[in-house]
């Protein structure tokens, strides 16, 4: 059930992506008097098929990997006399500009409707307040205190943890310091302060920053739910169950996932003793059990360190005082939706350019798989977080398809604008060389991201 869930929710969201890509490029052809053959949802053998007034054929296919709009265009083949002047090779350049930027353009606009669905019920953050500061990390070498707030990273205020993050993140990769802006517990006074990085958190695989500085939020944890449970990892196999409730390891109560993760990493090979409460969830009386086991030994940026198999979901809650509450209205929910949309397309695109920089690991490349399966995580904590996953993964196609690579909409539109400044098209026979290397470079890509997905598995 829970394959078939992901399965449905990743359909849905990807129905809903292309679908809003598509009608982008199908929309302004129209606009721009191009005749559109075919709307296609998905490739292959077509399952539902119908046409409009305009002769346009919509197809609803069998492989709902992508989708494409096929227009009259001479370079596909002979052009009947009387379609000549709706082809798409005969518009002006600004005209197959449009066209081409209004796919991605649709990608943009779909992340502010998805965002200002969420916005309108307001947002809550919580004020970044450090709750604990880990001994003899970065944070506490640099005169962090419990009880410290962060007013701002870099000049940039921080009115949430979230925003910390976000903050935090321009500096993986970086050599120097980190300023930040800080008061201390009863003290309105602001003091700055500097944590020293080199080349921070390069070569980390899903890098945490705050992790790595050595701040926690305030939580108050009442338990770690395992919120799935691989059947080839070390907790299935010594008896630990998806929903089972961990409140104690090694005889101590568990107090943050992170000292729980730091033991487990800390346990490879060795025999851990977990405290277990089952049934809350499963409708059989609430029972209390004690679970020993071996954490396997995986390797992770140059060292063995232990590993369960599980994923883990925190049970608690954060102190009220430090909830921050906004309410927006239906005019300020769609402002909110579009600078949350402009940051976003930046962070990605930051990201991304750490990447090819090597300041970020290739590690982090995501493929269809991880994709999947946050669609189904999404899906199951709730409608908002779902529509929010939308947003952003709007975003990033958006922003992919806008990126130089000929086979890309950003490699059209590089080939536009250099038909703009020197007056005539790109050849034909630069335009497929580049759209060879293109492909392959997308195919590499993709195989090295699902190379990664499948690593992540293990």
């Excluded at 353009?105 to 916005?119: R, T």
């Excluded at 568990?254 to 090979?269: N, Q």
């Excluded at 990605?348 to 999947?372: E, F, H, R, W, Y």
């Excluded at 975003?395 to 398809?401: C, F």
Aim: charged share 20%.
């Amino acid at each position: 059930m829970d394959l078939l869930q992901t399965l449905f929710f990743t359909l849905i969201a990807l129905g809903v992506l292309v679908s809003f890509h598509e009608f982008g490029h199908f929309w302004m052809a129209r606009r721009c008097g191009v005749k559109v053959q075919r709307f296609s949802i998905g490739f292959g053998m077509p399952l539902l098929r119908w046409r409009d007034s305009q002769d346009t054929e919509f197809v609803l296919a069998a492989l709902p990997l992508g989708g494409y709009v096929k227009m009259v265009d001479e370079r596909e083949g002979n052009v009947s006399q009387q379609d000549l002047p709706y082809a798409f090779t005969r518009k002006t350049v600004w005209q197959r500009l449009a066209i081409v930027v209004a796919g991605p353009a649709a990608n943009f606009l779909l992340a502010v409707l998805a965002f200002w669905i969420v916005f309108l019920a307001g947002e809550r953050g919580i004020a970044p307040v450090a709750g604990s500061v880990i001994s003899g990390s970065l944070a506490e070498r640099s005169g962090f205190e419990p009880g410290s707030e962060i007013i701002a990273v870099n000049g940039h205020p921080t009115a949430t943890w979230a925003a910390v993050s976000r903050q935090l993140f321009d500096f993986i990769g970086v050599s120097g310091e980190i300023p930040f802006t800080v008061t201390y517990p009863e003290s309105n006074i602001q003091y700055q302060l500097t944590v020293p990085i080199d080349a921070w958190l390069r070569d980390a695989h899903e890098p945490s920053p705050l992790r790595e500085l050595g701040i926690t939020p305030p939580f108050t944890l009442d338990a770690l739910m395992l919120a799935s449970v691989s059947e080839e990892g070390a907790a299935y196999g010594a008896g630990l169950r998806e929903g089972d409730r961990v409140v104690a390891i090694n005889g101590a109560t568990i107090l943050s996932v992170e000292e729980f993760i730091d033991v487990i990493s800390k346990s490879a090979g060795t025999a851990v003793e977990l405290v277990v409460d089952r049934g809350a969830s499963g409708g059989e009386s609430d029972q209390r059990i004690k679970i020993v086991v071996v954490p396997a030994a995986v390797e992770r940026e140059g060292q063995q360190v232990g590993q369960l198999g599980v994923q883990l979901s925190s049970l608690g809650s954060y102190p009220e005082e430090l909830m921050r509450d906004v309410d927006y209205g239906v005019v300020g929910a769609m402002f909110r939706a579009a600078q949350e949309t402009v940051d976003t397309s930046f962070f990605v695109i930051k990201s991304i350019g750490k990447l090819v920089m090597g300041d970020l690991s290739p590690k982090n490349l995501s493929g269809p798989i991880t994709i999947a399966k946050v669609a189904g995580d999404t899906a199951k904590t709730g409608f908002d977080n779902f529509i929010r996953f939308i947003a952003i993964l709007s975003i990033m196609l958006g922003v992919m398809n806008l990126l130089p690579i000929p086979v890309l909409d950003g490699g059209h539109i590089v080939y536009y604008l250099i038909e703009i400044v020197k007056g005539s098209p790109v050849s034909d026979r630069v335009q497929m060389v580049g759209f060879k290397v293109g492909f392959f470079l997308l195919a590499g890509l993709m195989v090295f991201a699902t190379y990664n997905d499948v690593m992540r598995s293990f």
